[in-house]
């Protein structure tokens, strides 16, 4: 009764079906091209781009300072549209330095994160890939609080068709590093695309100005204050057991992990990512009028718990199979890592959904605690380098599942604490 009083409240289910339809519709083209790119590239490559989109998501943490987030949280346009100014001047100049710091260290850092040489001048994209990636994730946090999902749902389907589309080419081609210019040029479309979007969602450069981009600096000033290390460091320990398996054991190994975690992710790409956007709205406009938030993620929770469950169940039973019959036999050990895997996948799923919590109720130090703590849990795992790489797993998998299930009890205390002012 809960579930079906909450999907018939008429804003949430519309916004939720329309991001969720086109989810589906964007992540159904990676899905469908990827028998095929797995044929056509081979386990090293997508290792190796599995290690250059680790590096991508850490630097991607602090390109913004992490004041996009905070476009969804002012009332009025004004303040909003200054911060995605803002987020646009801080990422230009951040990623510039990345890239000066590549063209003199390249080497160095190819070293240091274990890439094969033969992909280092890849790593001159990065900065590139990262600034439009950074920039248009604060196009869609503006898109997000206009609750233009639609067009957000539209700038996914334009980004994979122009991702999926170069990839699958170059590599027909036998270009050299088809799967990161692929990247790229996915990166690139969907800027073009949420350039427009915006554009016809109420921004104006003529709320724009330096003085009231100096002032929405000043307000948020805590976001990079006490949020961006925290998060560059949780950031690097969701990537850093890839990083160690790619210099303790293999690129080769990494590739199938891929393989696993893109499998595994699949819940979070459709679902989690995309009714915690809708969330995030939602509870910012909720905390604005003083209304109560509880029984909306309550409701949400359980929907996460049965969509999580029937995953698990599926891919313990018939994982074998699946992966043999999709991706062929030589992709049997990404089945086996991925039943190992998805007990920290079921967690992660339910914490990233409700992550918004911590920005729209303002507990940045809380959650920075825990981004601090989480990384240091999983530095842990330096101690376990000479196990095997089914033990190393299971390792991380019990520091996963520890560390999630202290982030979601700061989610519910926050929440609880929050419910009993406005009762």
């Known amino acids: 009764m809960r579930l ?7 804003e949430f289910t519309k916004n939720t079906v329309v991001l969720v339809f086109g989810t589906i519709l964007a992540q159904a083209i990676p899905l469908i091209l990827h028998p095929f790119l797995r044929d056509i590239y081979s386990v090293e490559d997508f290792g190796a781009m599995a290690v250059f989109l680790s590096v991508f998501s850490m630097v991607t943490i602090v390109s913004a300072l992490r004041y996009e987030a905070t476009i969804v949280l002012p009332e009025n346009d004004i303040e909003s549209a200054n911060i995605l100014s803002l987020t646009f001047v801080i990422n230009l100049c951040i990623n510039s330095i990345a890239f000066i710091v590549i ?9 240091l994160i274990g890439l094969p040489q033969k992909y280092a001048n890849f790593l001159f994209l990065l900065p590139i890939t990262s600034f439009l990636f950074s920039f248009y994730q604060s196009l869609n946090y503006w898109l997000i609080k206009q609750k233009a999902f639609k067009a957000s749902s539209t700038n996914k389907i334009v980004r994979r068709v122009f991702e999926g589309t170069f990839q699958l080419v170059l590599g027909l081609l036998k270009v050299p590093g088809g799967l990161f210019i692929g990247d790229f040029f996915g990166n690139f479309s969907n800027v073009i695309s949420g350039l427009k979007q915006v554009g016809k969602n109420k921004f104006s450069l003529k709320y724009v100005s330096k003085r009231k981009m100096s002032f929405v600096f000043k307000k948020y000033i805590d976001y990079p204050k006490y949020n961006v290390i925290p998060t ?3 950031s690097a320990a969701s990537l850093l057991p890839f990083l160690f398996i790619n210099k303790i054991y293999s690129t080769e190994i990494v590739g199938y992990l891929d393989l696993s975690r893109m499998v595994l992710s699949i819940p979070l790409i459709f679902i989690s990512a995309t009714i915690g956007q809708v969330l995030f709205q939602q509870m910012a406009e909720r905390k604005n009028l003083k209304a109560s938030v509880k029984g909306d993620m ?9 969509i999580i469950i029937v995953e698990a169940i599926i891919l313990l039973l018939f994982g074998d199979f699946l992966f043999r019959l999709i991706f062929g036999e030589k992709y049997m050990l990404s089945s086996l890592y991925s039943k190992i895997l998805i007990f920290s996948f079921i967690f992660t799923f339910i914490t990233s959904t409700f992550s918004s919590v911590f920005i729209t109720f303002e507990k940045i130090k809380q959650n920075s605690i825990w981004q601090v703590s989480y990384f240091f849990a999983i530095c842990l795992l330096l101690f376990f380098q000479q196990l095997l790489i089914e033990d190393f797993l299971k390792v991380y998998v019990l520091i996963e599942v520890i ?8 989610i519910f205390t926050i929440v609880r604490k929050y419910e009993n002012k406005v009762q």
């Open 298 to 306: 309550f409701n949400i929770l359980l929907l996460l718990l049965g």
């Open 232 to 234: 560059l460091l949780s």
């Open 103 to 111: 063209l003199f260290f390249k080497q160095n850092i190819v070293g």
């Open 4 to 10: 079906s009083k909450l999907f018939t409240k008429s």
């Open 403 to 410: 560390m999630s299930l202290i982030n979601l009890t700061m």
